[in-house]
């Protein structure tokens, strides 16, 4: 089975600030990773596919990179809505997802 | 639009079967590149994928829950189900259905979500 890992596990940072998520594979997937954002109360939604395609409707402040083993989610602009719970998902050898980063806001 | 919607009982005894429906609407479950999932979240926790199934009714499941995991396809009402069997205060959690898209461009992910629903297992 592919584990991820995802850390730091939770941050809090200022509204403005630059803010990464870094996500990482027990073993090479490739470019196929998807990130997700889970708001309180919220089911997940997806924000970035196959590494760093942004989906649709997704502000543009968000991006992610990577591939191999290693990926990275970037929020340049940290805003108020963006507090939640960020989760990276493997979908290479079927499904697995990273154990989650809580971002929350100064 | 596409939507997605779960089903079920809100709470099973020990030792029962979890069954739980996700009604498709806004798409046909029978269009190409899609498959359909489930997710479940423990109280607090993280995600867990539970399984998936295409519309021919090929089927994967966690390794974690295979043996007692069963998902199903209904095309014809558009719908699929999942079964979890002789369940425990463990399979407690909100249960996610999702659509899969791997519809070109290198996709594969889950691009719709349900609402969720929490499933509760006491006696």
């Known amino acids: 089975d592919i584990q991820m890992t995802q850390f730091p596990p939770s941050l809090s940072a200022s509204v403005g600030d630059r803010v990464t998520i870094t996500c990482r594979a027990s073993q090479n997937i490739g470019y196929s990773l998807n990130w997700y954002q889970q708001k309180p109360g919220e089911a997940p939604k997806p924000l970035i596919y196959t590494a760093s395609n942004l989906e649709t409707g997704v502000p543009s402040r968000f991006s992610g990179s990577g591939s191999g083993t290693d990926f990275t989610l970037a929020i340049s602009s940290l805003q108020p809505e963006d507090l939640a719970t960020y989760y990276c998902?493997?979908?290479?050898?079927?499904?697995?997802f990273g154990p989650g980063t809580k971002v929350e806001i100064k | 639009q596409v939507q997605l919607k779960e089903s079920g009982p809100g709470l099973v005894k020990p030792s029962q079967t979890l069954s739980l429906t996700c009604i498709v609407s806004g798409v046909s479950m029978t269009s190409g590149g899609y498959y359909w999932g489930w997710v479940r979240q423990h109280p607090g926790k993280g995600l867990e994928w539970i399984g998936y199934i295409y519309n021919t009714g090929s089927s994967y499941s966690n390794p974690s829950l295979q043996s007692r995991v069963t998902i199903s396809v209904d095309t014809s009402e558009n719908q699929f189900s999942l079964k979890v069997t002789s369940v425990t205060a463990a399979d407690t959690a909100m249960y996610y259905c999702?659509?899969?898209?791997?519809?070109?461009?290198?996709?594969?992910?889950?691009?719709?979500w349900g609402h969720g629903t929490l499933v509760t297992v006491s006696s």
């Open positions: 999702a659509r899969g898209n791997n519809a070109g461009q290198s996709k594969d992910y889950f691009d719709y």
């Open positions: 998902q493997q979908t290479y050898r079927r499904v697995a």
